[in-house]
């Protein structure tokens, strides 16, 4: 009895050896730095450092976008304020007068010898007068 007693201890303590021998194998696996989990972990924790490094650039940049926008928002509240000012303002000016429309010259130059040294204003037919255009 001690003999199969000894032989099942024996047989027991191999077979605990070789479970031992191949956990210790995928342990080292497991840890290995350029495969396993550590590995994982040293390329996530770049990668976390790099996302930092990134988020603060987009934070710096958030921020001065945000006052250049708060900037160029309260100039266009100034300007839509002298736009309504302006707009009152012409609110409060007479009708202008009412003028003829002008008529089409039909003349040729044949007809017309004084048609080269016309004015501007009846050359463009324009509805201005020369005053109002140097303004």
Do not use: W
């Not at 495969?35 to 921020?63: C, E, F, H, Y």
């Not at 100034?78 to 009708?95: I, T, W, Y």
Request: net charge neutral; hydrophobic share 45%; proline share 6%.
């Amino acid at each position: 009895m001690k003999l199969i007693a000894d032989i099942l201890m024996i047989a027991g303590t191999f077979s605990v050896a070789v479970y031992c021998i191949v956990l210790a194998k995928r342990l080292s696996r497991f840890t290995d730095l350029e495969k396993g989990v550590g590995g994982a972990i040293a390329v996530l924790s770049a990668q976390v450092d790099d996302m930092t490094k990134m988020l603060t650039k987009a934070q710096k940049t958030a921020a001065g976008s945000a006052a250049n926008l708060e900037n160029l928002t309260s100039r266009a509240e100034d300007a839509a304020k002298r736009l309504e000012l302006l707009m009152a303002s012409m609110h409060d000016l007479p009708p202008p007068p009412k003028r003829e429309a002008p008529q089409a010259p039909v003349a040729s130059a044949e007809t017309n010898p004084k048609s080269e040294n016309s004015s501007p204003e009846t050359l463009f037919l324009s509805r201005r007068s020369q005053v109002e255009a140097a303004e």
